[in-house]
T-cell receptor, first 113, second 115 residues
Framework: GENVEQHPSTLSVQEGDSAVIKCTYS??????FPWYKQELGKGPQLIID?????GEKKDQRIAVTLNKTAKHFSLHITETQPEDSAVYFC????????????FGSGTRLQVQP | DTEVTQTPKHLVMGMTNKKSLKCEQH?????MYWYKQKAKKPPELMFV???????INESVPSRFSPECPNSSLLNLHLHALQPEDSALYLC??????????????FGQGTRLTVV
């Protein structure tokens, strides 16, 4: 089955700096890659996603890139703000078989004011 | 309505109790999921319902029993749980898709403590 690895496990940045979180996946058939933000005591919130026919997608300060050849995808947050502090999860899913999300292990992002 | 609503938000139960977790969505989604999340870990898939039929059971112990009464509701019945079952239980739903991707929207979860 699919295996998703995520790095780093923790990331501390100064307010205004950029943050990058990276994930790799194992199943070349995976075609959907969402990113979730989870604040303390809350459920995961979908913040951006990318499909395998697209290399990059941007939504204001957040962008995701996908390299299908290398089987990795990344989340980029620019101009970080204290409210960006949370745990971020990447995930992947395949169009056949299990058809459910496989999550990475998570990255705790702390933005220092 | 773009929400997945879970009740209760918190639940404390004894090991001999029977309780149920409830999940509701009115987005027309036809796939619904139960996930279990332990502290500092990613969500772990338990069950998937597709068009009200159980399609995936990730080898979950029988003390957890899912039910999907209709396309908007998902229940998780709990019986004879163990303290190690204490966790955040998350419900999610996904819209119908012929392309295979599973864009999942999560509820806020039920924080379960087994004593």
């Amino acid at each position: 089955g699919e295996n998703v690895e995520q790095h780093p496990s923790t990331l501390s940045v100064q307010e205004g700096d950029s943050a990058v979180i990276k994930c790799t996946y194992s199943d070349s058939a995976s075609n959907y890659f969402p990113w979730y933000k989870q604040e303390l005591g809350k459920g995961p919130q979908l913040i951006i996603d990318i499909r395998s026919n697209v290399g990059e997608k941007k939504d204001q300060r957040i962008a995701v890139t996908l390299n299908k050849t290398a089987k990795h995808f990344s989340l980029h947050i620019t101009e970080t703000q204290p409210e960006d502090s949370a745990v971020y999860f990447c995930a992947a899913s395949t169009p056949t078989g299990r058809r459910a999300l496989t999550f990475g292990s998570g990255t705790r992002l702390q933005v220092q004011p | 309505d773009t929400e997945v609503t879970q009740t209760p938000k918190h639940l404390v139960m004894g090991m001999t109790n029977k309780k149920s977790l409830k999940c509701e969505q009115h987005m027309g989604h036809r796939a619904m999921y139960w996930y279990k999340q332990k502290a500092k870990k990613p969500p772990e898939l338990m069950f998937v319902y597709s068009y009200e039929k159980l399609s995936i059971n990730e080898s979950v112990p029988s003390r957890f029993s899912p039910e999907c009464p209709n396309s908007s509701l998902l229940n998780l019945h709990l019986h004879a749980l163990q303290p190690e079952d204490s966790a955040l239980y998350l419900c999610a739903s996904s819209p119908p898709s012929g392309r295979g991707e599973t864009e999942a929207f999560f509820g806020q979860g039920t924080r379960l403590t087994v004593v």
